[in-house]
């Protein structure tokens, strides 16, 4: 299984590398949203607006960038994929796909924010953590409901109706983290709310893990 | 079951409004909206249970009653939870000044109501019964354990202007006298038994409907 995850995960890579359009077009989502938080914000928001555009940022670029995760295997070429890959394999390494991607562009994000309105960040460790944590329960949620929504008639409205208040704990906890990166310098990285990403991180890949198969099932 | 439920509800109402009540400061009187806004919130959680219990089954060996059922009883979860939140907001306006306030437990009541319209908004998007059927189970339990983790543990982790937190987001001991707990746990037993007795005539007009279809 191991094999087949690593098969699709780079059957993947190479063919948004090969073909760089999405890519392309995932970037530019953010770099425009945050240069309109610029403009309409005259280039000078406070410590706290700065993290909560940061992170809706995040958050609708990635509703955005995971939409089409499956076109391929639940739509198109569907029969084709569960012939050769059982779904249990197929999610986890789109799984790990999406995170990368989201992995990214929190970074792009970030490079953005420092352009436009500086770093107000202390605690940068934490902070990384936090990002890496959060991409990859991201997109196990966003994972599944792209699934889900997909399987719909009407995709893209219904994909950010589901996902928001789903990943609406995931928000609050992230904004929390932040406020505490902004504050303090402290060593001590296991704070309540990288416990609460972890937990988070734990049940959401399980849950995709049970759930997929019935989702591929015709 | 509905006769009990009746009698129970009855009871908290009379109970409620009359029996005695501790007196605490800023609550004074609309404290006897716990027997109200409280067991609401408890009756729909258990419903939501419920709902997930038979999305589970459905998953399991697709069933189409099955599918009924956990629709029905997210509906009256729904139902019921509207009324906890309108409740809450009018204890909210006396107690603490305004109908709606930032905090953890009111932002995870919204967040719970928004999860299940938007279950409802994706039923209602499917052309096909099979997948319909199968899909809103794959989200209803996804939301289910989602809505729990958000508010049963995010909460703890902050402080909220409910009472018991930082520690307990539960209901707490000390404005829950003896006398308060004779109508809480009967008006708790009565909402629940009541969403089921409103699920069970749901359940039925949708079965006489699916066989008409048929």
């Known amino acids: 299984m191991l094999k087949k995850i690593k098969f699709l995960l780079l059957k993947d890579i190479k063919k948004n590398?090969?073909?760089?359009?999405?890519?392309?077009?995932?970037?530019?989502?953010?770099?425009?949203s945050s240069y309109i938080i610029y403009v309409?914000?005259?280039?000078?928001?406070?410590?706290?607006s700065w993290i909560t555009f940061f992170w809706i940022i995040i958050f609708f670029s990635s509703i955005n960038a995971t939409y089409l995760s499956f076109e391929n295997e639940l739509k198109t070429q569907a029969l084709f994929y569960h012939f050769l890959f059982s779904s249990k394999s197929i999610i986890l390494s789109k799984v790990i796909f999406n995170s990368l991607i989201l992995i990214l562009i929190s970074i792009l994000n970030l490079i953005c924010f420092t352009f436009f309105f500086g770093n107000p960040l202390v605690n940068n460790f934490v902070f990384g953590v936090g990002i890496v944590l959060s991409s990859i329960s991201l997109a196990s949620i966003l994972s599944l409901i792209s699934g889900i929504s997909i399987k719909s008639n009407n995709g893209s409205m219904l994909m950010s109706?589901?996902?928001?208040?789903?990943?609406f704990p995931l928000l609050l906890n992230l904004i929390k983290l932040s406020e505490f990166c902004i504050q303090e310098k402290s060593e001590n990285i296991l704070t309540n709310e990288i416990y609460f990403l972890l937990l988070l991180n734990v049940v959401t890949i399980s849950l995709c893990y049970i759930l997929f198969p019935y989702l591929c099932k015709n | 079951m509905k006769v009990l439920s009746v009698i129970l509800i009855l009871y908290s109402i009379?109970?409620?409004?009359?029996?005695?009540?501790?007196?605490?400061?800023?609550?004074?009187?609309?404290i006897r909206n716990l027997y109200f806004h409280v067991t609401m919130w408890f009756s729909m959680?258990?419903?939501?249970?419920?709902?997930?219990?038979?999305a589970i089954k459905f998953l399991k060996n697709e069933y189409e009653i099955f599918d009924i059922k956990s629709e029905a009883y997210a509906t009256t979860g729904l139902f019921i939870s509207i009324l906890g939140i309108l409740t809450g907001m009018v204890w909210a306006k006396f107690t603490w000044g305004t109908y709606w306030v930032?905090?953890?437990?009111?932002?995870?009541?919204?967040?719970?109501?928004?999860?299940?319209?938007?279950?409802?908004?994706?039923?209602?998007?499917?052309?096909?019964n099979m997948t319909k059927q199968r899909v809103s189970a794959i989200y209803n339990i996804l939301a289910f354990v989602l809505m729990?983790?958000?508010?049963?543990?995010?909460?703890?982790?902050?402080?909220?202007?409910?009472?018991?937190?930082?520690?307990?987001?539960?209901?707490?001991?000390y404005d829950l006298s003896d006398s308060m707990k004779l109508v809480f746990y009967p008006a708790v037993i009565g909402w629940i038994l009541f969403g089921c007795w409103l699920t069970d005539i749901l359940i039925r007009i949708k079965k006489i409907k699916s066989n008409d279809a048929n």
């Open chain 1, 17 to 32: 590398f090969d073909n760089p359009t999405s890519l392309f077009t995932i970037a530019l989502n953010v770099i425009c």
């Open chain 1, 40 to 48: 309409a914000s005259f280039g000078i928001i406070d410590n706290n």
């Open chain 1, 161 to 167: 109706v589901l996902s928001l208040p789903i990943l």
């Open chain 2, 14 to 30: 009379v109970g409620g409004l009359l029996f005695d009540v501790p007196k605490l400061d800023i609550l004074n009187e609309s």
């Open chain 2, 45 to 54: 959680i258990f419903l939501m249970f419920l709902s997930l219990i038979n």
């Open chain 2, 102 to 128: 930032n905090d953890p437990k009111l932002n995870g009541a919204a967040i719970s109501l928004l999860i299940y319209f938007a279950y409802f908004s994706l039923r209602a998007s499917f052309n096909e």
């Open chain 2, 148 to 173: 729990i983790i958000f508010i049963g543990v995010l909460p703890r982790m902050t402080d909220s202007l409910h009472p018991g937190n930082g520690g307990n987001p539960g209901f707490n001991k």
